[in-house]
């Protein structure tokens, strides 16, 4: 709440900026006359006006970090020249010239005009003011909403705002001129105020551009909205679940999308003549990222010759829903098909999906011809894509009937081939939680003391130290937690996160000494490693025998957040 409230007294505090001062006479010429003739369209007109400028600086913003990773760092220059244009009223002015001649160009028009016309044109003469002179406050809202994407969360922080700034003309209409000769009396302070709030900006400047902003806001519970957003995705995901899998349906359109990575926006009307792989998946899903090998293979292979694989990223978990998370992802897996990402479901639901991963395979005339729910059935996929291939060029082109040979590397190896006894995939949040073993009862969203029994059975896990238990994940509040599990296969992975954004190190044992050369591909001889990022750690990979052992990985730093396992 305290953003918000500094977001209102943000808009009040715009009247006193000295680039509104010349307008306010006009205003307070008009105050004695009826407010719903004169005050009322005045406002109207301000709000209107102003709206339309901040919407088009909002919009403008986030399509200028969707031209490529650089617009993110204009976008933090133009926010750079507002903090100097705070700090030194030289530049402010200049910067400002050309609304200031225009507003008060609409100030003449509005004196000529009858009381209501005149008075709404001259709400539109502040709010060509308003705007540019609203201060750091409203540049950061809506550099927030360029940098980090455009949400319900930036257009509320600036409904406020925009509220703040109506108030503070409402009450300088009805104080009529008292008021303006107190705002010329305080000029001097407001210039200080002025460079001290343009100083703040160019530090945000630096916060953002080092990441630190999101690590100071990642502290603060009441400003994290993932459980939330967590909630809205298991929403999205269960709706719509009727199942519809019957194949020579038309495929669903591309509609709903948040953003295409590695592509312009692509319409399945457009790729007739193509076949198209349309592949559900998310980052951190282990099953999702065994397929990429043959999906990665299929397109150097099949590409050329009229394959379109389309990646449709639907987040599991809230933050996969980031985009700069997935756009780390895809680079560091080496995607270079089209990936689109569908936080809203639209797709997911479009298409009545089910499943991570889920391969939907449409021929050249747009009909769903195969579908395939899991992993495996690699060969029988391919099979089908080299019939599509040839039936699109009714038969006349020559595509091999050798099939790909794929070896996977780290989390993408294939899974060992006996799953017979194989420990199951396992949640830590109490949302769809199992085999829970620590002695205390579960304290949800709230810190609480947890403690390893002496021994676990097999799929059994258990908690150590200070955590904080919540739907999705277990939220370590204190250093030197950490979590076991009797487990049973070749690997292990935990999906891990940095709560606060810092890196965490991190000890893992098996059978309570270092894993040595059984180590998964994020952890050392030792078992030492390192949460950087939120993403799936592969934490152990057995070369010998596979059998039952106890898992144990120590947090050496509070703010780990742990997920959910899962085994291969």
Same mark, same amino acid.
């Given at each position: 709440m305290l953003i918000f409230f500094l977001a209102y007294l943000g808009g009040m505090l715009t009247i006193f900026s000295p680039c509104v001062l010349p307008v306010l006479p006009f205003i307070f010429a008009?105050?004695?006359?009826?407010?719903?003739?004169?005050?009322?369209?005045?406002?109207l007109g301000m709000a209107a006006t102003f709206t339309v400028l901040a919407s088009f600086a909002a919009v403008g913003g986030a399509w200028l970090i969707a031209v490529n990773q650089y617009g993110r760092y204009s976008a933090m220059g133009l926010l750079l020249l507002l903090g100097l244009a705070l700090i030194f009223p030289a530049l402010s002015d200049r910067l400002m010239r050309p609304f200031v001649a225009l507003g008060g160009r609409l100030q003449e028009r509005a004196d000529q005009q009858s009381s209501i016309k005149g008075s709404l044109l001259l709400g539109v003469a502040v709010g060509f003011l308003w705007a540019p002179c609203a201060g750091p406050i409203l540049g950061l809202v809506l550099a927030g909403a360029a940098l980090h994407g455009a949400n319900l969360y930036s257009a509320f922080l600036l409904l406020v705002f925009a509220a703040g700034a109506a108030t503070s003309l409402g009450l300088a209409l009805l104080a009529g001129g008292r008021l303006f000769s107190i705002m010329k009396r305080g000029l001097g302070a407001e210039e200080w105020?002025?460079?001290?709030?343009?100083?703040?900006?160019?530090?945000?400047?630096?916060? &953002?551009?080092?990441?630190?902003?999101?690590?100071?806001?990642?502290?603060?519970?009441?400003?994290?909205?993932?459980?939330?957003?967590?909630?809205?995705?298991?929403?999205?995901?269960?709706?719509?679940?009727?199942?519809?899998?019957?194949?020579?349906? &038309?495929?669903?359109?591309?509609l709903g999308a948040t953003q295409w990575l590695n592509s312009p926006p692509l319409a399945i009307e457009s790729l007739r003549g193509k076949v198209v792989l349309v592949d559900f998946w998310t980052y951190s899903c282990i099953n999702c990222l065994r397929t990429l090998p043959y999906l990665k293979a299929w397109n150097e292979k099949y590409r050329d010759q009229g394959l379109v694989i389309i990646g449709v990223h639907a987040p599991e978990f809230a933050f996969e829903k980031d985009q700069h998370n997935v756009e780390q992802a895809i680079r560091d897996l080496g995607i270079t098909y089209p990936v689109v990402l569908d936080n809203d479901y639209a797709i997911?639901?479009?298409?009545?999906?089910?499943?991570?991963?889920?391969?939907?395979?449409?021929?050249?005339?747009?009909?769903?011809?195969?579908?395939?729910?899991?992993?495996?059935?690699?060969?029988?996929?391919?099979?089908? &894509?080299?019939?599509?291939?040839?039936?699109?060029?009714?038969?006349?082109?020559?595509?091999?009937?050798?099939?790909?040979?794929?070896?996977?590397?780290?989390?993408?190896?294939?899974?060992?081939?006996?799953?017979?006894?194989?420990?199951?995939?396992?949640?830590?949040?109490?949302?769809?939680?199992?085999?829970?073993?620590?002695?205390?009862?579960?304290?949800?969203?709230?810190?609480?003391?947890?403690?390893?029994?002496?021994?676990?059975?097999?799929n059994q896990w258990a908690l150590s130290g200070d955590w904080q238990i919540g739907d999705q994940?277990?939220?370590?509040?204190?250093?030197?937690?950490?979590?076991?599990?009797?487990?049973?296969?070749?690997?292990?992975?935990?999906?891990?996160?940095?709560?606060?954004?810092?890196? &965490?190190?991190?000890?893992?044992?098996?059978?309570?000494?270092?894993?040595?050369?059984?180590?998964?591909?994020?952890?050392d001889l030792q078992g030492n490693g390192v949460i950087n990022e939120q993403r799936l750690y592969q934490l152990i990979r057995q070369s010998?025998?596979?059998?039952?052992?106890?898992?144990?990985?120590?947090?050496?730093?509070?703010?780990?957040?742990?997920f959910a396992f899962t085994f291969g």
């Open positions: 008009r105050s004695e006359q009826s407010f719903r003739r004169t005050g009322l369209p005045i406002l105020v002025r460079r001290g709030l343009g100083i703040a900006v160019v530090v945000g400047v630096v916060a &953002i551009a080092l990441g630190w902003d999101t690590k100071f806001l990642a502290q603060f519970s009441l400003l994290n909205t993932a459980s939330t957003e967590q909630k809205l995705i298991s929403q999205l995901a269960k709706s719509n679940a009727v199942s519809n899998k019957e194949t020579g349906r &038309i495929a669903p359109p591309l997911w639901n479009a298409y009545k999906n089910e499943y991570w991963p889920a391969h939907y395979l449409i021929d050249a005339q747009g009909k769903i011809r195969h579908e395939h729910f899991g992993e495996g059935a690699y060969q029988e996929t391919e099979q089908m &894509i080299q019939s599509l291939l040839k039936e699109a060029h009714n038969g006349e082109l020559s595509v091999s009937a050798d099939l790909v040979q794929v070896d996977g590397a780290g989390a993408t190896a294939a899974a060992m081939s006996d799953k017979t006894g194989r420990s199951p995939e396992t949640y830590l949040g109490y949302t769809r939680q199992q085999n829970f073993s620590s002695p205390e009862a579960i304290s949800k969203d709230a810190a609480h003391q947890y403690s390893t029994p002496t021994s676990l059975k097999l994940s277990a939220l370590l509040k204190k250093s030197g937690g950490s979590i076991s599990y009797s487990f049973y296969g070749r690997d292990l992975h935990l999906v891990l996160g940095s709560h606060n954004g810092k890196p &965490i190190p991190f000890k893992v044992t098996i059978d309570g000494v270092a894993p040595s050369v059984e180590h998964g591909v994020d952890i010998r025998d596979v059998h039952e052992h106890t898992f144990k990985i120590e947090f050496l730093d509070a703010g780990a957040e742990a």
